[in-house]
């Protein structure tokens, strides 16, 4: 599948191979804490590769996951989460891609994901 010619006017004419960037915010759902955790030691840790909606860990034939499907069509879509990261330890973009999820927040926190999804895209390089 190729690109649009040019940029689609409505979502209904949006084609996978039109998507540059994914990004994600939500809860421990989406940073996965503990899902691949087979004692207790793993449930501190947030598996964000794997993460349904945006892990990027291998291909969609490794785990199967929203961005190793797009990355079927666009091999170099931005954002996907290439690592795990351990809970309430410093992150960066580097380890997280954009899956700026935060485990323990709830809608409450929703507006203050919104900001820092924001800021990280004024900031991130081109």
């Known amino acids: ?15 996978a191979a039109d998507i540059k960037v994914i990004a994600a915010l939500g809860d421990s759902l989406t940073t996965a804490i503990a899902a691949n955790a ?8 947030e598996y964000r ?3 349904w909606s945006i ?11 929203l961005a190793n499907i797009v990355k079927l069509f666009n091999p170099d879509v931005l954002g996907p989460a290439p690592i795990w990261t ?16 935060v485990t323990g927040h709830n809608t409450v926190n929703f507006s203050e994901q919104a900001r820092h999804m924001i800021d990280t895209f004024k900031t991130y390089p081109v």
């Open 49 to 51: 590769h794997v993460s």
């Open 86 to 101: 351990l809970h309430n330890f410093p992150i960066t973009v580097n380890e997280t891609g954009f899956n700026l999820a």
């Open 1 to 15: 599948m190729q690109p649009s010619p040019t940029v689609p006017t409505s979502v209904e004419r949006v084609k």
């Open 38 to 45: 087979s004692t207790f030691l793993g449930v501190p840790i």
């Open 55 to 65: 892990g990027g860990h291998g291909t969609y034939q490794d785990v199967i996951t």
